[in-house]
């Protein structure tokens, strides 16, 4: 059970990690609109691995993955329903098929973890709510689910506000519309400093439910969020965050 944990900490320490290069890429090469949505899958990848570290267990991991497969033969169905009367069926049923090969495989190693585990598939929802509110509230970090996740939805799903702000600005001025633009951009840099802060925290949990008590490597840590929080506040009136 400590290895399966360990490495699947492992493993989602390194994918997050990889969509946090590709924030500050984004940042650094001025886009910043994907870097926001990138900011998203940070935080959500890092909430999930803050949940698996200070709330969950092996069994709270091997239910994210029961859940997942469940759901991915579930929508595979779907589509093999959907598609039964159209055109082209049997070349589509043949490729769904042979992803169904790939699921089924996962699903004998997620099974075999559920025996060995012994795990219920009536816990699940318990081990792994399926609302990533509910884990923000697990961990006691509901105003981060509001502040940053939630906000950050408006890139991820192309949300009507930023057309709404660019309309607005059309009538506008030169130099107001430079303000929008400016405020824009500090917001985006901002929030995937939030982001990586987030991000930090998760490696931290994890290090944590490890075993880390205390050292210089979790010093190390705390102090590099303590200079990216630093410049998030230094940053936060030119994005926009009002003065209270």
Not at 20 to 46: D, K, P, Q, Y
Not at 47 to 72: D, P, Q, R
């Amino acid at each position: 059970a400590q290895n399966f944990t360990i490495y699947t900490h492992i493993n989602l320490i390194g994918r997050i990690f990889e969509q946090v290069e590709g924030m500050l890429s984004c940042i650094a090469t001025r886009n910043h609109a994907s870097a926001e949505a990138l900011a998203r899958v940070v935080v959500e990848g890092s909430t999930n691995l803050m949940y698996f570290s200070f709330c969950g267990n092996e069994k709270s991991i091997i239910s994210f993955m029961a859940m997942w497969v469940s759901e991915h033969k579930r929508k595979l169905a779907e589509w093999k329903d959907y598609i039964k009367d159209k055109d082209a069926n049997g070349t589509v049923v043949a490729m769904i098929n042979k992803r169904l090969e790939a699921v089924n495989l996962y699903e004998e190693f997620v099974e075999h973890g559920l025996d060995k585990f012994s795990v219920e598939k009536n816990e699940f929802p318990k081990l792994w709510p399926k609302s990533i509110f509910r884990r923000f509230q697990a961990l006691g970090q509901e105003s981060s689910y509001y502040t940053n996740y939630h906000r950050l939805s408006g890139s991820s799903h192309i949300t009507a506000e930023d057309t709404i702000l660019w309309l607005m600005s059309i009538g506008m001025g030169d130099e107001d519309k430079c303000k929008i633009g400016q405020e824009t951009l500090s917001y985006s840099i901002m929030m995937t400093r939030i982001s990586s802060m987030s991000f930090i925290d998760g490696v931290a949990f994890s290090c944590i439910h490890h075993g880390l008590e205390g050292g210089e490597q979790l010093n190390r840590l705390l102090k590099l969020k303590g200079i990216i929080e630093k410049t998030t506040h230094e940053i936060a009136e030119a994005a926009g965050v009002p003065k209270i």
